[in-house]
């Protein structure tokens, strides 16, 4: 299918665990967005990529690692995960050129870490 | 610092009533700034940008640089506007921030 998807849309680990969230695009967009939706702080930009080999901090970075060894993959792995990275996790894509800067975003990836 | 300010974490009007869901930045570049809505069991999407000045849905926004606003405003609010929206700010390097977000209530 054609479009944004993330996997998987549910995940419950405990504390100290490693946990990977895959990011899948099928449009070769070459920016790529790792947010996390937490009440009362909205979305906050955890690390993006203009394109393959090349990422970036935003702004809640830790506890956070990225990699884009392909254009249309963009996992983010929480290499020991907390309680305080419970959450839900949107990845986004978007073009370059005219169409830049605006996000199509996946349907979300729900963590609980016990 | 790049900042954008939802300063209404929930509106609740009722149906036919207009609405104004405020958004405030702080940017000292040439900002482009978006409204995006996330509707019950839909992805986040986005509702409209400044640079296109359009209207979708009944919604429009004005960008005020004086006022360093970009509130959403429409006359009569319908029920199906009930969602989470969010003002996002891009501030150049395809890096864009979000507001806090306002939940809008549409009343019967």
């Known amino acids: 299918d054609a479009g944004i998807t993330q996997s998987p849309r549910y995940k419950i680990t405990e504390t100290g665990r490693q946990v990977t969230l895959m990011c899948h695009q099928t449009?070769?967009?070459?920016?790529m967005f790792w947010y996390r939706q937490d009440l009362g702080h909205g979305l906050r930009l955890i690390y993006y990529?203009?394109?393959?080999?090349?990422?970036d901090k935003g702004e809640v970075p830790d506890g956070y690692v990225v990699s884009r060894s392909k254009t249309e993959n963009f996992p983010l792995t929480l290499e020991s995960a907390t309680r305080s990275q419970t959450s839900v996790y949107f990845c986004?894509?978007?073009?370059?050129?005219?169409?830049?800067?605006?996000?199509?975003f996946g349907a979300g990836s729900r963590l609980t870490v016990l | 610092a790049q900042r954008v300010t939802q300063p209404e974490k929930l509106l609740s009007v009722f149906k036919g009533a207009p609405v104004e869901l405020k958004c405030n930045y702080s940017?000292?570049?040439?900002?482009?700034l978006f409204w995006y809505v996330q509707y019950s069991r839909q992805r986040l999407q986005l509702l409209l940008r400044?640079?296109s000045r359009e209207s979708i849905k009944g919604f429009t926004a004005d960008l005020n640089k004086g006022e360093t606003s970009f509130h959403l405003k429409k006359p009569f609010a319908q029920e199906e506007d009930s969602a989470m929206y969010y003002c996002?700010?891009?501030?150049?390097?395809?890096?864009?921030?979000f507001g806090a977000g306002t939940r809008l209530f549409v009343k019967a």
């Open positions: 990529s203009a394109a393959a080999d090349i990422t």
């Open positions: 986004a894509s978007s073009e370059s050129g005219l169409g830049a800067n605006v996000l199509t």
């Open positions: 449009w070769s967009h070459s920016y």
């Open positions: 940017y000292s570049g040439s900002p482009e």
């Open positions: 996002a700010l891009s501030t150049g390097g395809f890096k864009t921030i």
């Open positions: 400044h640079i």
